[in-house]
């Protein structure tokens, strides 16, 4: 299966999911194309390791959102793409791109959704005050963080936390399950009805 990975910042989690393909935690996949909104993302130098094409864009080189994802599309055609995983890519996805990818795109985001969706997620939770939060792995739809939901991993907030420690901790098991995630979807073992998503056995 052809994956395309979005990313804006240092791209950790595209590195677990190249690492995992690599060591054969996960089988049956290729990144084929990095999509990047941010010229100067280290996640360019991840690809760059491992030999992956790379689109890089700025936004505001273009006349709208309609403008970059058109480009974007054509050079996921271009790819053959069949998925698309968000890691950490900070913008909202338009029409464009969900009319050709709808079902087919997924998102990690550092919270238990729907709690503390949006930007900063991990300092909304620890500044809330919460006992146990966590990660979500969910389908993209037209929302912030507001997609079916595939799955979840709690991370407890310890005594003494600080919002470092604390996210180097959710950041870890984002490496854990991203990759498991993205398995199950080659392995077509994600159904989605609804909101509702199963995990075919």
Known sequence: MKLAVFASGSGSNFGAIMEAIENGTITGADIVLLVCDKPGAYVLERAAQYGIPTFVFQAKEYPDKVAFETEILRRLEEAGVERIILAGYMRLIGETLLRAYGGRMINLHPSLLPSFSGKDA????????????????????????????????????????????????????????????????????????????EIIA
Do not use: C, S
């Open 122 to 197: 991990i300092g909304q939770a620890f500044r809330y005050g919460v006992k146990v939060t966590g990660i979500t792995v969910h389908f993209v739809d037209e929302g912030m963080d507001t997609g079916p939901i595939i799955a979840q991993r709690t991370v407890e907030v310890q005594q003494g936390d600080t919002e470092e420690t604390l996210a180097a901790r959710i950041h870890a098991e984002e490496h854990l399950l991203l990759p498991e995630v993205v398995q199950l979807l080659v392995n077509n073992r994600v159904q989605l009805d609804g909101r509702r998503v």
